[in-house]
C-alpha cells in the first residue's frame, strides 16, 4: 500500500524542546501510519526518549505540533495521552505483584454489577483479551507468579487492550529469552493486524530489520531521515545513526602502530575472559587483552557492552564463564572480589553508581583504599592527604582544594576522581565504560592521556564508548560485539569507513585470525 492510502494515526512535526537552554531536539519529525510497525532509532542522546515524552504529554514542547488522527492535540499529562489512546510500554515493568493479571489489566476498568465489582465478568474478559493476542496465561494467576516474559506480556496488553491508536514500546525485548521474544513479536503483529500505528525501540538489528515496515532515526536531537528496511539496509542505517565517522587515516602512523603491536603481542595476558554468558545479554564472550594494551569493546548501544562490564566486574551474577586476572582466576565473581583480584570498574553511570554526591574529593578519592589508610580501624588524615596530593597532581585535578565537595566540579573533572579512586588501588586491569560520556572536549583529552597513562603502567585496559571514533582514536584492538556476542576482532590502525560500519551493523564476514598477534 502506498504512503498516500496510508492513514496517518500521528504526526509530530517540527518538534523542538530545551532543557536548562541545552537543546535536546531540533525540529523533529514523525509520522506513524495505522497498521504499521515503525522504529524509532538514534544511539545514546539522540532524542528518542525526550520525544516520546512529548507524545505522551511527560514533557510539553517548546515548539512544533502534535496530530492525532489529523486534529491537532495537546497533552498536559500522561493521563490525557493515554485517553487519547497513546499508550506505553516501558522498560521496567510497572504491574502490581500481588493482584491477579486480570485485576492488573483491568485496574480502573473493572466491569461492575450493581455498583459491585464482578470479577467473573473481569476473568472473562480478560481471557479473552489474552486469547485475541495468542497468550496462555491466567487471568487469575498472581502476576509475582510470572516469569519476567510473561509480566512483560500482561504489562503490554494492560496498556492496549482497550481502543489504542499509538503503542509506543520501549526496548520490550531487553529482559526477554527467545522463545518469550517470538511471543511478543506475535503480539506486535497483531496490534499491526488490528491497524494500531507501533512505534518500536530496540537496539537489536535483528530485531528491527524483522518488524519494522518504516524507520525514522534521529540524531543529537535531530531528525536525519524516515526510510524503510527495503530502501535502508543495516550498514546504511548505522550510518545515519552515527554520522561519518572521521577516522583520521591521515594521522595514524602504520608503523608506530605496527611496532606497538609487536611489542604487545611479546606481553603476557593481563585479563582472560572464556564464554562468558549473563541472562539475554551476554552471549559466550571470550577475548584476552595482555598488559599495557588498551582494548576496546566497539558495538552500538543494546550490543552488550556495559553487561559484559558489569558481568566481568561481578556487578551482575553471570550465569557461566571464567575470568582470569594476571593468570588468576576470579571465581564467583562479586565487586569485592574483583577489586581483590586487581579488576577494577569505572561506571559509565558516573552519577548514580561512581561519585559519593555529599562527599569532598578526598573522601571521594580514597574512597577504595580507607582499609589500606587505617591503622587500627582509624583512617590516617596524613596517608589519606598524600594519595590525594599524588594523584591529584598525576590526573590534574582541578578544584580549589581537596575538602571541595564533588558535585561542584565538573563533569571532567568528577571522572578524573574517578580514575584516581581506582588507580591508587593499583589495578592489574581496569574496565573504562565510556569513560568521556558527558564531559568537553578539553576534559577529554585528559582523560584520553589517563588512559594511556593506566597502559604505559602494564595495566590492561578495556574500555568502551558512545563514540566510535574516540575507541578507534585510543585503542590498540577493537573485540566487535553484536546482541551479547562477539562478532569480530580488528586492529583499529587497519580498519576503513566501510569497515567499521559492517562491523557495527553485525555483517562483517570474518574475524582477525591472529588476535593480540602481530598484525
Avoid at 487471568?139 to 496498556?159: E, F, T
Avoid at 606497538?260 to 584476552?288: H, I, K, P, Y
Avoid at 558527558?438 to 595495566?459: F, P
Wanted: hydrophobic share 40%; glycine share 10%.
Amino acid at each position: 500500500m502506498s504512503d498516500l492510502k496510508k492513514i496517518l494515526a500521528l504526526q509530530a512535526t517540527n518538534i523542538s524542546k530545551s532543557f536548562n537552554g541545552v537543546p535536546a531536539l531540533k525540529g523533529v519529525s514523525l509520522n506513524l501510519y495505522a497498521g504499521e510497525v515503525h522504529g524509532l532509532n538514534g544511539e545514546n542522546g539522540a532524542g528518542k526518549s525526550t520525544l516520546i515524552k512529548i507524545i505522551t504529554g511527560f514533557y510539553q514542547s517548546d515548539a512544533g505540533q502534535l496530530l492525532l488522527e489529523g486534529a491537532p492535540v495537546t497533552f498536559a499529562k500522561p493521563l490525557e495521552a493515554q485517553r487519547s489512546g497513546i499508550s506505553t510500554v516501558y522498560q521496567e515493568i510497572n504491574l502490581i505483584p500481588e493482584r491477579t493479571v486480570a485485576e492488573n489489566i483491568l485496574l480502573g476498568r473493572e466491569p461492575r454489577r450493581a455498583g459491585i465489582l464482578d470479577k467473573k465478568a473481569g476473568v472473562q474478559q480478560v481471557q479473552a483479551i489474552l486469547g485475541r493476542y495468542g497468550l496462555d496465561i491466567d487471568p487469575r494467576a498472581k502476576v509475582s507468579s510470572l516469569g519476567l516474559g510473561m509480566q512483560q506480556m500482561v504489562a503490554i496488553v494492560r496498556s492496549v487492550a482497550f481502543e489504542s491508536k499509538v503503542v509506543i514500546l520501549d526496548e520490550p525485548t531487553s529482559a526477554l529469552n527467545g522463545k518469550e521474544i517470538e511471543t511478543l513479536f506475535g503480539v506486535i503483529r497483531q496490534l499491526r493486524s488490528e491497524g494500531a500505528a507501533v512505534v518500536f525501540v530496540s537496539h537489536r538489528m535483528s530485531e528491527l530489520y524483522e518488524l519494522c515496515d518504516r524507520f525514522t532515526v534521529l540524531r543529537d536531537g535531530e531528525f536525519v531521515m524516515e526510510s524503510t528496511p527495503d530502501e535502508l539496509p543495516r550498514v546504511e542505517l548505522v550510518k545515519a545513526m552515527l554520522g561519518g565517522v572521521e577516522l583520521g587515516e591521515t594521522g595514524v602512523d602504520r608503523k608506530a602502530a605496527k611496532s606497538r603491536m609487536e611489542q604487545l603481542a611479546q606481553q603476557e595476558v593481563g585479563l582472560s575472559v572464556r564464554g562468558l554468558c549473563w541472562s539475554t545479554r551476554v552471549r559466550n564472550v571470550s577475548f584476552d587483552v595482555r598488559k599495557g594494551e588498551i582494548v576496546g569493546l566497539l558495538g552500538l548501544l543494546g550490543s552488550g557492552r556495559t553487561e559484559t562490564c558489569k558481568a566481568l566486574f561481578g556487578a551482575v551474577k553471570a550465569d557461566s564463564g571464567e575470568v582470569l586476572v594476571d593468570g588468576a582466576a576470579l571465581t564467583r565473581a562479586t565487586p569485592s572480589r574483583a577489586l581483590s583480584a586487581g579488576l577494577a570498574y569505572l561506571s559509565e553511570d558516573r552519577r548514580t553508581e561512581g561519585i559519593f554526591a555529599g562527599l569532598s574529593i578526598k573522601e571521594n578519592l580514597t574512597a577504595a583504599t580507607l582499609d589500606s589508610l587505617a591503622t587500627f580501624g582509624f583512617v590516617s588524615f596524613k596517608a589519606q592527604n598524600k594519595v590525594v596530593k599524588h594523584y591529584s597532581a598525576e590526573l590534574k585535578i582541578k578544584a580549589a582544594n581537596p575538602e571541595q565537595s564533588i558535585s561542584e566540579l565538573s563533569g571532567g573533572n568528577q571522572q578524573k576522581v574517578l580514575l584516581a579512586r581506582w588507580l591508587s588501588r593499583e589495578p592489574k586491569a581496569i574496565l573504562l565504560d565510556d569513560p568521556t560520556r558527558g564531559i568537553d572536549i578539553g576534559a577529554k583529552a585528559e582523560v584520553h592521556r589517563v588512559v594511556r597513562m593506566l597502559a604505559a603502567k602494564g595495566i590492561s585496559v578495556v574500555m568502551t564508548s558512545s563514540e566510535t571514533e574516540e575507541l578507534l582514536a585510543i585503542c590498540d584492538r577493537l573485540i566487535v560485539l553484536n546482541e551479547g556476542s562477539v562478532t569480530g576482532e580488528v586492529y583499529s590502525h587497519e580498519v576503513d569507513y566501510q569497515g567499521v560500519m559492517k562491523l557495527l551493523s553485525g555483517q562483517a564476514d570474518n574475524t582477525h585470525e591472529h588476535a593480540g598477534e602481530t598484525p
